[in-house]
């Protein structure tokens, strides 16, 4: 070759060199939060002395001996863990009791003081083995904030907790995640020594991805709901801040920041119960399928992992009502993401990056993450077009990034080919690791996604195509203040069909919509089944009873606006005592503004502990002109309402009456001042 050739060969490679190669994009993952991101679902494990002694939050003052599990078995979570398709298990080591689920030697408030195994036992050993048995990865969750240990708020506790971390880092093999919890509610003041702790994970488990408010593996999604915004970016600024109270402001850790400092992608922490350990109260109360699946497709769904708590129960197992749940779960997500109808289309893209081997648009629809597509430098609005042969109804859209070369697209849609035009079906912001659209059923030949901003050249590895089966949601019957019921069903694919006359809804019963009015001031019974048209399968049938409506109700007293909460119709609102009125009893007057032959009276609690004044002792008075009171009505006690708050219904002889009061006598929670009611109802049928 001439020298002249040579030269111009040399430019031409170096040319191609610098089109072919994409320059990251802003604040990168590491290899181990590729890995730890690809993870997406996998389970969070309380259990300890709470377990056993109905707590949320231990004191660290508990016997030790409470930890008595009766026939723990670690291979039953990680067996469970394994067919809900989870990839990994993180479980409290040590939770804010200090009470540690190994021996360890720097806490005399461990396993070995409790009477499990005679104090031979190690939760810690048996755990790590049956992950490891079943391919899962291991983790721990470890709160510094610690209300047993002596030394907790001296200078010294910082040594403490970077010696317990060492210990169960070095003894039970690779840790995927190392969980510290932020929370802290004690009157200890104990400035952690985060520097210290870190160092401590990266030397013993360099992969493990560090969990917190501010990462610097994983941030917690700023709420214990599981749900991640649907914009969210996996960066956050992070100066100023520190883990725990002084982390970042909700909305950043809910949606990351756009350009931020560090890659700390979203972590969605939400428990399978109301509480975070188990307790049998909670046992009818595992979320159902529509909720779980509005986590995943919250959390999963939009750019986040999620870790979804299954607390051990007291014998040491999964209770099957959770695992039962986890398996539908399963089964529904299964079910969805079985077929991938972008498979089979041809894909053909505006804009795509030449001279790169490895940019493909077939890499869009080959199932892979590790593989992608990407525009030109300074293309960032673009199109993708998937074509069919023949119509796809399809009602899923997953798109990924390929994130290993940063976050970058901020806003994109999905058009269809509707009748020969194009109709848009989605607008959204960003994409990240992945995010899953959740769609009505739509049908067509042409699917656009089209790109619309980007931080820099869009880099996407993956575009697919299902159609989820119709989920069969049991509808929902509520009735308002005025009288108004509406019907709804959390999901949106089946049909409601409804009656009023007591029979049994069918499909030729009248169909129910947002527009359908049903106004039952007087009250009456509501009946209601979820449809599904195509395969004709029928939810349970629900049922709603009604008495008279408190469209004419007013409060008398106490004076507070906030008491009509208690009768509004809506349970979800809540009337309390005023706070500084700190003596039992408390009262609510109520003017029915009509005269009505009353036969009881309903009440329901508030299941919000945080509002508390659940209603224990109570006498319940009545009268026909709101001066001359007499005897009650009814007096006594709600049975049982402190654990099992659910809506109370007493009934006595009949009387005519326009006003009526219930007198709160004793509080269901020893020492709590307040009364709280979320409904008052009368029985008058
Ligand atoms: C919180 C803790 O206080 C709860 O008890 C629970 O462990 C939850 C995952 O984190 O901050």
Redesign the pocket.
Known sequence: MKKTNLLLAGLLACGMASAQKIQPYGALPSKAQVVWNDMEYYM?I?FGPNTFTNK??GHGDEDPKVFNPTRLDARQWARTAKQAGMKGIVI?AK??DGFCLWPSKYSTHTVRESAWKNGKGDVLAELSAACKEYGLKFGV?L?PWDRNHPEYGTASYNQVFANTLEEVLTSYGPVFEQWF???NGGNIKQPYDWDLFHKVVYKHQPNAVIFSDVGPGCRWVGN?NGIAGTTNWSTLNVKGFSPGAGGPPTKSLNEGNEDGEQWIPAEC?VSIRPG?FYSPDTDDKVKSLNTLLDIYYGSVGRNGNLIL?VPIDRDGVIHPNDSTRLMELRRTLDATFKNNLAKNAVVTATDTRKNNPEVKVAHLTDGSNATYWATPDNVTATTVKLTFKKPVTFNRVVLQEYIALGQRVKAFSVEILDNGVKKEIARETTIGHKRILRLPDYTTTEVYINISDAKAAPVISEIQLYEAPGMLATPEIRRDKEGMVTITAASADPEIHYTTDGTAPTLNSPMYTPQTEIRLPQGGTVKARAFLRKTKAASPEVKASFDVAPAKWQVVAPAAAEAAKAIDGNTATVWASDKKETQYPHQLEVDLGETLTLKGFTYTPTTNEHIGGVIYGYAFYTSTDGKSWGQPAAAGSFANIKNNPVPQTISFAPVKARFIRLVALTPATEKDNRASIAELGVITK
Request: no cysteine; net charge negative; glycine share 6%.
């Open positions: 969070f309380h949320e939050w409290t939770h804010h969750y709160s919890d932020g929370a214990e922490d975070w708590n």
